[in-house]
RNA sequence: GGGCAAUUAGCUCAGUUGGAUAGAGCGUUGGCCUCCGGAGCCAAAGGCCACAAGUUCGAAUCUUGUAUUGCCCGCCA
């Protein structure tokens, strides 16, 4: 059992005993400062006013419980201090016990029941099929998959998606964009009008386009161009986008199409159950949605004046289809700048019957690209700036994934092209790479001297009683913790933080402790299970971020 | 003008239901290779948690105000 969870139950006899409910602010932490014990909670003072006794008395009789309970001596000490902490520690034997949960459940370690198998959906990137997915939308690529993953292991039922905006105005564009560039390659002498999209890559497709048809383009009418270009250049991006995210490691179970629920008359649908339940009102020859009475600072358009729906129509019927499919919650990832459009957003969630936390909305922050401290421009509208693919090709997948993940989500991050490539703990990707290579390196250099720790007797593991060995198990027993910690918060960095530490702990460990030369036969043994058992949470705290565990670098 | 967010060490940042003497990396300074991978380790210095009030046993954390910075404020997508 881990140590919180054998705290917590101990904690909760004692008090049915004295006839005190669990206080709902009670908490159990491991304390910043180790003086005070393995786990430390506030229990006393938080129910001392429903017994009428002084935090440190109250402290001082749960004590006398928790100590009466444990014929087995699980507990090596049980400590009042402050205004009425009880700090408790832990016996070695139980510590060690740790590297047999760790290695027993392998893969599935972390693994914790928090969601309760409640549905749930994340729905990021959702790029508009127009160009090429640049560095912002590969921050949000690693914070929704690795969201994802993170849920799926604090027990939630989670489904991925993006949304294809293929039916508004953008696609118009497009099709105009490569159209005007294939007129161009025809010897046409047209200019690209203002707002079209200027990138090269537009000219690419133009030219594929001329390449696949050929002559027979000059006996089409412009409909029929211009048909063609849209859809050809809508296919060929999306294409490119998929391939983009696959390197990326992302996945996505469901690609869900805007025009599809237009198409179906969802939208239409969606507006006139909205006008029937009065929410939704003419004026000025356009159709309004009442956010306000929801805490919006104004009433939002649902139809213009000219009889075109906005994207906030469709948004509405696209978020009535989520939770019609049966999610219990429905988080988003949307860049920061579109941050005030999250009380609309919120206010449609309820017009349809739902609750305002029923939607979760996570923004992410713009992310600076710069090279060796200089900034690089980025701009659409000119056509230069940096995709993920070139990002991916230069510095690699792993250092990708891993400096987008190492900041909270809804603060800028600065990613430096040549710091991401350095090998210092500037990028602690290596920092943890290496300390699960060394780990590997280890084993296959004991398996050349026969030791095979698999094998081992548990018995043997009370040779790991230094402070060195209990704090590492320690660190080990938080994995789960802080992967609650991350799925309750949907703070996708804190696994990177924790990692850090385990790979500090595990580096520290290895130069100070001689493992295969620790002379003794049954403490080699114990320290390359404890080992393996490091690299066994190496392995899953980097699956949740999408960055591979190598065994050599 | 209104709204949202931020402000923590020289730099970049953690710190989430309010807990004990506020943490990490980089940088700086000084150490560690007869030794399983030095892409590493140890140690030191470095702080008025923007500022001011308030809430209470207790505040970086909650409330209010001020300052500074970023973003948003269309019948755009």
Redesign the pocket.
């Known amino acids: 059992m881990r140590a919180r969870t054998h705290f917590q139950k101990a904690l909760v006899e004692v008090l049915s005993s004295m006839g005190v409910d669990w206080p709902?602010?009670?908490?159990i932490?491991p304390?910043?400062?180790k003086?005070?014990?393995d786990l430390?909670c506030?229990i006393a003072?938080?129910s001392s006013k429903a017994l009428g006794k002084k935090?440190r008395d109250v402290a001082e009789s749960i004590r006398g419980k928790l100590l009466e309970g444990d014929a087995d001596k699980i507990f090596s000490s049980i400590e009042v201090?402050?205004?009425?902490?009880?700090?408790v520690t832990y016996s070695p034997a139980f510590w060690q016990r740790q590297v047999q949960i760790v290695l027993d459940a392998a893969e599935d370690f972390g693994q914790c029941e928090l969601g309760k198998g409640r549905k749930v959906q994340v729905e990021f990137v959702s790029a508009?099929p127009t160009g090429p997915l640049h560095i912002g939308h590969g921050r949000g690529a690693a914070v929704g998959d690795s969201l994802a993953r993170i849920l799926r292991k604090a027990g939630f039922d989670v489904e991925t998606e993006y949304y294809i905006?293929d039916a508004?105005?953008?696609m118009l564009i497009l099709g105009m964009s490569t159209y005007t560039r294939l007129q161009q390659l025809l010897g046409s002498d047209v200019e690209l009008p203002e707002d079209c999209y200027k990138g090269d890559y537009i000219i690419d497709l133009a030219r594929e386009i001329q390449d696949e048809h050929g002559d027979a383009l000059r006996s089409m009418s412009e409909e029929e161009l211009e048909s063609i270009c849209r859809q050809h250049a809508m296919t060929r991006i999306l294409d490119g986008i998929k391939l983009d995210l696959k390197t990326f490691r992302v996945h996505h179970d469901i690609w869900f199409s805007e025009k599809s629920l237009v198409d179906a008359g969802k939208v239409e649908k969606t507006l006139s159950d909205l006008t029937a339940k009065g929410l939704a009102f003419e004026?000025?020859?356009?159709l309004w949605f009442d956010t306000e009475r929801y805490g919006d600072?104004?009433n939002?358009?649902l139809r213009?004046?000219?009889g075109?729906?906005?994207?906030?129509a469709s948004d509405i019927a696209y978020h009535d289809d989520k939770y019609k499919r049966g999610f219990d919650l429905v988080v988003d990832i949307w860049g920061?700048?579109?941050?005030?459009?999250?009380?609309r957003m919120k206010a449609a969630v309820q017009a349809l019957g739902k609750n305002a936390d029923d939607l979760e909305v996570i923004l992410v922050q713009?992310v600076n690209l710069l090279r060796a401290g200089k900034q690089i421009a980025m701009s659409t509208r000119s056509g230069e700036f940096d995709t993920l693919s070139d990002v991916c090709a230069e510095v690699g997948v792993d250092a990708a994934r891993f400096m987008f993940l190492?900041?909270?989500s809804?603060?800028?991050?600065?990613f430096d092209l040549e710091l991401a490539k350095e090998?210092?703990?500037?990028n602690?990707v290596?920092?943890v790479?290496?300390a699960h290579?060394?780990i590997?390196?280890?084993k296959a250099?004991a398996a050349e001297q026969g030791i095979k720790p698999s094998q081992v007797d548990m018995a043997a593991l009370t040779g790991l009683d230094t402070e060195a060995d209990i704090d590492m198990l320690r660190l080990l027993d938080q994995f789960p913790d802080t992967v609650e910690?991350a799925a309750?918060?949907l703070?996708v960095?804190?696994i990177g933080?924790y990692l850090?530490?385990v790979?500090?702990s595990l580096?520290?460990?290895?130069?100070?402790?001689?493992?295969?030369?620790?002379g003794d036969a049954s403490l080699v043994t114990s320290r390359m299970m404890l080992l393996e058992a490091v690299a066994q949470v190496l392995r899953n705290g980097l699956e949740l971020m999408g960055v591979s565990a190598p065994?050599?670098?």
């Open positions: 709902e602010k009670t908490v932490e304390p910043k400062d003086k005070f014990g430390a506030n003072m938080m935090p201090a402050g205004p009425g902490f009880l700090n508009n905006n508004g105005r953008q004026k000025d020859g356009a600072d104004k939002r358009v213009k004046s000219s075109d729906l906005t994207y906030f920061a700048d579109h941050h005030g459009y999250v009380p713009l190492s900041r909270k809804d603060s800028h991050l600065d090998r210092s703990m500037d602690p290596y920092y790479q290496y290579a060394r590997c390196s280890l250099k910690s309750k918060n703070g960095h804190q933080y850090r530490d790979a500090s580096h520290r460990y290895y130069t100070l402790n001689p493992v295969l030369t620790a065994d050599r670098m």
